[in-house]
């Protein structure tokens, strides 16, 4: 992050995702589309409970974006597609920075800890090496916006923590889908799809001419076949005028 009058508080680095800022930058797109739960969170004090729900509202939030981009989602979504599935699919997909997935992850292990064991009722009892890993994302996101956490045994700063991971990785996630769902838009075009095609034979046409540029290997000809052979396992078929054909007495 840099100067924040220059950068998006959801900006990436170049070349790191295929999207490295929101199409609209206008604005933080908090209250567009988001789920009620979302707006239920912010009064949560049971870490618990504000952990296994936030999970619920950022999985909602990636199952928005990867439908805004895959037709037919709901397929993978009938066959018990898992939480950490679908973060490595929207991580694969690259189309959002690393760190809104990183988060998603993070908040993800932190749901699960809560939910598998029971004993563990406050960020306090969490494994310190995920409290870190927490305060660490928390920090970085913050970084040139507010002072860093440094109290891993406070257990406000601990959900001050969550929340901001929580924030950034729900609000962000929503961000990018706009941009998302014009990809999606643009490449259904009839006009993409035939400029596709263009661009495709054009890479053909210009490799075979750069192998047939240095001449063949060898020439057979097999009846009315002629055929040239080609550095590349390329082959080039031709038939042969009848004027041209061998003749044996």
């Known amino acids: 992050m840099v100067d924040n009058n220059e950068r998006y508080y959801f900006d990436g680095l170049p070349e790191e995702s295929l999207f490295d800022k929101p199409f609209n930058d206008t604005e933080y797109i908090l209250s567009q589309d988001l789920p009620e739960l979302y707006k239920k969170l912010q009064g949560l004090q049971d870490h618990r409970l504000l952990a296994i729900v936030t999970a619920l509202v950022v999985e909602d939030r990636i199952d928005k974006i990867l439908e805004a ?48 064991n029971l004993s563990k009722v406050s960020f306090l009892d969490l494994d310190l090496r995920l409290v870190r890993s927490m305060v660490h994302q928390a920090n970085e996101i913050e970084r040139d916006f507010s002072p860093q956490i440094t109290n891993l045994n406070d257990g406000e700063e601990l959900v001050k923590a969550f929340n901001i991971i929580y924030d950034y990785c729900v609000a962000g996630i929503n961000a990018y889908t706009g941009n998302v769902k014009i990809l999606r838009q643009e490449i259904a075009k009839r006009e993409f799809i035939e400029h596709l095609s263009n661009t495709i034979r054009k890479q053909g046409e210009d490799i075979l001419a750069a192998i047939k540029s240095k001449g063949p290997i060898s020439v057979t000809q097999e009846g009315e076949v002629l055929t040239h052979r080609y550095e590349n396992g390329v082959n080039v078929v031709t038939s042969l005028p009848h004027d041209n054909l061998e003749t044996s007495d």
């Open 69 to 116: 981009f895959l037709p037919k989602y709901s397929k993978l979504k009938e066959n018990d597609f898992a939480f950490s599935a679908k973060v490595n699919l929207l991580e694969s997909l690259n189309f959002v920075p690393p760190r809104l997935t990183t988060a998603a992850h993070c908040l993800r292990k932190i749901r699960n800890e809560f939910a598998h």
